[in-house]
């Protein structure tokens, strides 16, 4: 089989409660609603892919329980190939209690669980998979040796990569820069990584100047409603791509949808400029925080505009 895009990555169920604002340590808010929902920044990129007519595959480690069980139902449901899944009796399925405030802002905690226990072995199994796909997409949800055997493994058969370093950690492996043609950040983990306070979009341009230094060959730090900065190696010139104004329902996981739909476009649209193709993938990001929700809230093919494809 031939893929447009593989996931190597997270699964969680995620946990969602509503509340007018976050409790503080010790204090006791009342929510206003609740769901369960498919997350996992992995997962979630897959399907928004999977949504805009991506042929995907999923690499990645689930739980024998319930919410494993119920998470293979919903890679079928969306038309994601389960076939590189697995499910592990050695831990659970991962979850993510998720708060979120009126203004749409949320605190997240997340137990990755059996993501943990994605391996080399599982790697082994998916390697045609992975080596024949047109896109690779990871991210840091699972264990960062495996992510980046993962993306070393697509760089060497000339398969493109894209690389979310998200959830950001300070000591990420210089070789993920090497191994990286489309290196995704949001402003937090631009400041971790580059020790520049991201905060605006001057800010994201020094940023990804650094990040290029390092060796990838173009990188987008988003910076939520101030939309994302997109700079290559042949370009050095950045470029400021706005996003639509909305009213933010709910914001989780819409840097998932963005980076899911630029894995959508670089697959299926190879000769797309990539500033046309971030300005199409930050469209329908903003569609999800219109919603509630991280999956339940991304948009399908079918309910977008003609022109975005
Ligand atoms: O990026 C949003 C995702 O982060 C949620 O779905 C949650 O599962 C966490 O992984
Ligand atoms: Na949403």
Known sequence: PSFDVVVVGSCMTDLVSYTERLPKPGETVRGKKFLTGFGGKGANQCIQAARLGAKTAMVCKLGNDSFGNDYVENFKTNGVST????????????????MVNDEGQNAIVIVAGANLLLNSNDLRKASKAIIHSKVVLGQLEIRPDIILEALRMAHKNGVKTVFNSAPAVADLDPEFYQVTDVFCCNESEATILTDIEVTSVEDAEMANSILL????KSVITTLGAGGCVLTTQENRTPIHVPTRKVK??????????????????????PHL?????????????????????TQGSYVSRNNLPEDLF
């Open 273 to 293: 400029q990539l500033d046309e193709i971030t300005r199409r993938a930050s469209h329908i990001a903003s569609m999800s925080v219109e919603a509630h929700g």
């Open 213 to 216: 230094d390092k060796g990838c």
């Open 83 to 98: 076939d590189y899944l697995s499910q592990t009796e050695e831990a659970r399925t991962g979850v993510a209690p998720i």
């Open 248 to 269: 933010a329902l709910d914001t989780t996981g819409a840097g998932d949808s963005f980076v899911g739909a630029l894995a959508f476009y670089i697959a299926q649209y």
